[in-house]
Antibody
Framework: EVQLVQSGAEVKKPGESLKISCKGS????????IGWVRQMPGKGLEWMGI????????RYSPSFQGQVTISADKSISTAYLQWSSLKASDTAMYYC??????????WGQGTTVTVSS | EIVLTQSPGTLSLSPGERATLSCRAS???????LAWYQQKPGQAPRLLIY???SRATGIPDRFSGSGSGTDFTLTISRLEPEDFAVYYC???????????FGGGTKVEIK
């Protein structure tokens, strides 16, 4: 079964760093782009960026460039999304998803990030 | 940057009725690059339609997609209770690579 399994919920304070993960299984992890999508409470979906684990080629949405870092470790079939200094406005659900042809065909279950003092 | 505008924002219908959701792009989009997703409360989005009109694996045939250029439509022929959810359209741009989502349409029980 093709699946993406994300790391668990996080509660952090403003200014702290964070790295969340997304582990792929059931397919060739290095052959598909992995995207990250933000969903703020009660809001819609926002594309953050994508990474090709085969060579770590990474593209960011202009809205998120410089705000987060996307990376991958192909040896363990895992992609990451990290922040160096969290803000309250980073509170959201974060999804990873596999890019099929031109669409996100497999989604992780989501990771809730709460940033509060 | 292509902007996707979905309408209506909310659609109030009864089970058994037909739902027609619109997704309009600010410039022409290749049909190959247009997808639709369903999201239920507390769940991750699920791919329904890709390539504007192809159903994803396991998606019932009451869901259909159509359109080209700047105007795309998701139709649910007869609403089942499990179809009440939020629906998003999405386009993929190849240069530079990236995705854009529409703002979503909520289909609620009337």
């Amino acid at each position: 079964e093709v699946q993406l399994v994300q790391s668990g919920a996080e509660v952090k304070k403003p200014g702290e760093s964070l790295k969340i993960s997304c582990k792929g299984s059931g397919y060739s992890f290095t052959s598909y782009w992995i995207g990250w999508v933000r969903q703020m409470p009660g809001k819609g979906l926002e594309w953050m960026g994508i990474i090709y684990p085969g060579d770590s080629d990474t593209r960011y949405s202009p809205s998120f460039q410089g705000q987060v870092t996307i990376s991958a470790d192909k040896s363990i079939s895992t992609a990451y999304l990290q922040w160096s200094s969290l803000k309250a406005s980073d509170t959201a659900m974060y999804y990873c998803a596999r890019l099929g042809q031109n669409e996100l065909d497999v989604w992780g279950q989501g990771t809730t990030v709460t940033v509060s003092s | 940057e292509i902007v996707l505008t979905q309408s209506p924002g909310t659609l109030s219908l009864s089970p058994g009725e037909r739902a027609t959701l619109s997704c309009r792009a600010s410039q022409s989009v290749s049909s190959s690059y247009l997808a639709w997703y369903q999201q239920k409360p507390g769940q991750a989005p699920r791919l329904l339609i890709y390539g504007a009109s192809s159903r994803a694996t396991g998606i019932p045939d009451r869901f259909s997609g159509s359109g080209s250029g700047t105007d795309f439509t998701l139709t649910i022929s007869r609403l089942e209770p499990e179809d009440f959810a939020v629906y998003y359209c999405q386009q993929y741009g190849s240069s530079p690579p990236g995705l854009t989502f529409g703002g979503g349409t909520k289909v609620e029980i009337k």
